[in-house]
């Protein structure tokens, strides 16, 4: 291969920022998040830039790639197209610190926010449980996360209209999801997704699944049986008509 | 004096993967106040690559499973170097880390009465590695870090500590700097845990991230603790080879335990030419055998025995080497890993076996990553794999029950304490040791905070010589670079203290390493504090250098084959000079790095019953 430019967002001391251009070497095989390194060590050693493992495991090197919301460290250079500029800024959607660099700690707050895990008592005569497999295969799929908040920084309620205090967001939908559907889970998390977590915000753009590096079906499988959930609970008509009766007769 | 903010723990965690985790938890689950400080953001320590799963006797799938034939395993693959007390101690509490883990939420793959299932894995003698897909380690970091945030811990995030602070020998603190601003904070703690993991970065080609730099080792050293067992550093045998990028990214043992078979350039199953004779008993016969194996069904009515590409990671390793260095490799310098031959056999019993779906449920990770990176269907093609710097048996000498080092105060668990694996860690072991022996050092952490309730001092001389020299990069001249330095020095670990060892390279080694050491004196840094890698890599760099002397020293030392330690020059073991040894590395009165042997241990006769019922009978050379 050859040559190829870059603009990556570089934050200024007064906390604006702007594009800057850099060209590197582009080899088989390489990714984002090697021409981020290689442009590093070659001209900007003080390029700020959060990873790991480099594999798609730890969802450190979260950013926006020609506008996309990707793991830098997924992100081949082969299927980008080099004839221009290849783009790389920060998410959007969290305050950067510096350069690719975002404050992602709002999301470690709001984890706090949900109920915990609350086990049944053990059942099986060694003292544990049994699940089968089936049972298990749904919340193993939301299980799959990496927490990297690619879906956080795609969804336009927290993207566009800023609904951080009102809206947990699809990573931490799909937590509540995990935790309600996991078989020995005991906790009642519905009131809260309704009141405090803000599920009816989701209008199902499915934006999150598709960024999902992790291919979770986060909308499908998770935040729309939530949803069902809360209707369940709270909309269901004969339900309201009984509660109803029965509130007048007390 | 330099600009610092004080926070006070009684017990401070210095790492926050699983061993850090789950000493974290367990400190503040005894009522002491716990501070957890985490190198990058919380939930992305190297445990989530771990993929394979965690061994644990739980007899779940083979009920002949118990303490015992763990722990002999677990011997039998350290070659009996091993901290027998640590090896115990974990073979009989894994289990129940393992049901706790559950209780906490962790949701294990199923066997078909509805209990954890169980996989085989290198040197394991039963099915022992409860698992989720290949993405166990993400599961227990995340069950941890879930179940940890809603007990009172006090996280710091992007900080990396530089520096412990004593108070006349006992530990008083921990001085670090935060990645977004540099600033300084001083914890203050009764007591301390290092948690930092692994060393990998000390070379080129390595399955581990930029944070495994040694932090824990170094810091423990300069403190005054004791290193123990530097030499034995194990390469993975399958790493991705190619594309360049991601060469050292891991290719789990798991795709082995599958199934999966090793070939060479011209299409040979290499690993059955070459079986050392104390795993011949329990090796496969031929292929058939060892299929039956993976699926765990009866050969000829006897049990099956496991294929010859799950012998120890060190063994299978060095015969790839071999390979490649024979003119045997694959394209980019590596062997072919496939799952075709097994597929092929099973699809022949099976009719309604699908291969395609079969993999991506088996190994899903697996699949993702060759897809994504290699632009490789591993279900259709074979892939090329090598070895790669994977973990450090070596690390800091601690109590076997209590993981004190020598320092009154200072705890060490997971990869950066060393003991319980000896010569080579068997797969799966290592997310069970962080769990076992994380928890003891949490529980001893905190009652050592508990009894020693008057904090020691945190002296300003300390933090202040700490800062002043961390500072120092960005006020020097020229032009040698933080990035050049570490490049040179994984340059010269990978070539010269690597799989295949020399007396003649390792000297070579040494003085290689002083000149990186003068370099590291000039390195300059520029641009400021926030968030600059270079800055951060110029830090490193003292840990790594230390690091890399203390693996050469003793793998000079050590004049023998033994485990992932192996001499081109002693390609055999030695066992009556080095069979019943440590290396013990400390700081002599004049900075100097100081070696010696020391004797192990005798082993406990119920513990020696047991390594000999696993062995014919038999009791190994190391332990007469």
Sequence with gaps: MAEAKFRIWRTDEKGGGGFEEYSTEVTEGMVVLDAVHQIQAESAPDLACRWNCKAGKCGSCSAEVNGMPKLMCMTRMSDLPLDEPVTVEPMQTFPVIKDLVTDVSWNYEQKKRVKPFAPRKPDADDGTWRMAQADVDRVQEFRKCIECYLCQDVCHVLRDHHKHDEFIGPRFLIHVAALEMHPLDTGDRVPELKREHGIGYCNITKCCTKVCPEHITITDNGIIPLKERVVDEFYDPVKRLIQLVLRKRS | MADYQQVDYDVLVIGAGGAGLRAAIEASASGVSVGLVCKSLLGKAHTVMAEGGIAAALANVDARDNWKVHFADTMRGGQYVNNWRMAQLHAQEAPARVRELEAW???????????????????????????????????????????????????????????LLLDSGRISGALAYDRERGRWTVFAAKAVVLATGGIGKAYKITSNSWEYTGDGHTLAYDAGAELIDMEFVQFHPTGMVWPPSVQGILVTEGVRGEGGVLRNARGERFMFGDIPDNYKPSTAENEEEGFLYVLGEKHHGKDSRRPPELLTRDHVARCIVREVREGRGSPHGGVFLELQTFAEWFGKRSAKFDAEQHWKKKLPSMYHQFKELGGLDITKQAMEVGPTTHYVMGGVRVDSDTQMSRIPGLFACGECAAGINGANRLGGNSLSDLLVLGKRAGEFAAKFATENARPGAIHSDQVESATRLALVPFERSGNEGPFQVQHDLQDLMQDLVGIVRKEDEMQRALDGLQQLRAREAKVRVTGNREYNPGWHTAMDLHNLLTVSEAITRAAILRKESRGAHFREDFPKKDTAKFGKVNTVIARGPDGSMQIRLEPIPPVPQELKEAIMAEGGGQLPEELR
Excluded: C, S, W
């Design chain 2, 105 to 163: 939420g962790a949701v294990f793959d199923r066997t078909g009465d509805g209990r954890i299932l169980q996989r085989n894995f290198g040197g394991h003698k039963y099915p022992r590695l409860a698992h989720v897909g290949d993405r166990t380690g993400l599961e227990l970091i995340r069950t941890l870090q879930d179940h940890g945030v809603h007990r009172g811990i006090g996280v710091h995030m992007e900080r990396t500590v530089i520096r």
